[in-house]
């Protein structure tokens, strides 16, 4: 007997609709309209570490204004010898429901675009409960929601974005949501201009899980 036919008509339909929804899984569609490699960031004069970014633009952010928060990140890193030997700046265009910081379509968004990490996502907002204007996901943080290991999510609005792209990346590089309250630390809890400074032992930290994750190669 095929079930289907012993089901009242509504509920057949409304079976049918989910099966569809259920199995569609259809990609999500994403465009990249353009892809631009930064190459001339602000090295250290010694580098001893070389980070590789990818960077997506989800909402249409002024692409100078992106550009001008790398530069700044990659002087406050340069302070533990990083050097940023390059950044593909990404601009995708996804769905209005994608464009947002929200874990479960975040973690489709990046799941579909399958980018080498770290990867620093620029969104319309977030919709995550606490709103953050930044969130960054290491490895820790990420066991319920692996496609977001390695990840920036930079919400619209965010201000100092040079030193909270660099705040951020540090939380993934050192694989740790630990703060430091000391006067002009960049791992402070709050972003100021101020707060840049990278202590000898944060820098060790940043660089060693940097490297063991995989996310800083060395350099001679
Ligand atoms: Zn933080």
């Known amino acids: 007997m095929n079930v289907r036919q012993s089901l009242h008509p509504l509920i057949a339909t409304l079976t049918a609709l989910l099966i569809t929804a259920v199995s569609a899984h259809e990609p999500l569609p994403l465009r990249i309209e353009h892809r631009t490699a930064i190459r001339d960031l602000p090295a250290p004069a010694a580098a001893t570490q070389a980070l590789e970014l990818r960077v997506i633009n989800l909402d249409q952010w002024p692409e100078a204004e992106i550009h001008a928060a790398l530069r700044s990140t990659a002087q406050i890193l340069g302070q533990c010898g990083i050097r940023v030997t390059r950044a593909d700046l990404l601009q995708v265009t996804a769905p209005e429901t994608h464009r947002h910081f929200d874990t479960p379509r975040s973690r489709e968004l990046a799941r579909e675009l399958a980018l080498p990490k770290p990867a620093v996502f620029f969104t319309a907002g977030t919709r995550q409960i606490p709103a953050f204007d930044a969130e960054a996901i290491g490895r820790g943080n990420s066991r319920t929601r692996p496609e977001l290991a390695d990840t920036v999510w930079i919400a619209k609005g965010a201000r100092d974005l ?53 996310l800083l190669r060395g350099v001679d």
């Open 162 to 214: 040079g030193i909270v792209v660099a705040h951020e990346l540090a939380h993934v590089l050192m694989d740790s949501g630990e703060h430091k309250s000391d006067t002009g630390n960049l791992m402070a809890e709050s972003t100021t201009p101020q707060n840049t400074q990278l202590t000898a032992v944060q820098c060790e930290r940043i660089n060693s899980t940097g490297r063991r994750n995989g």
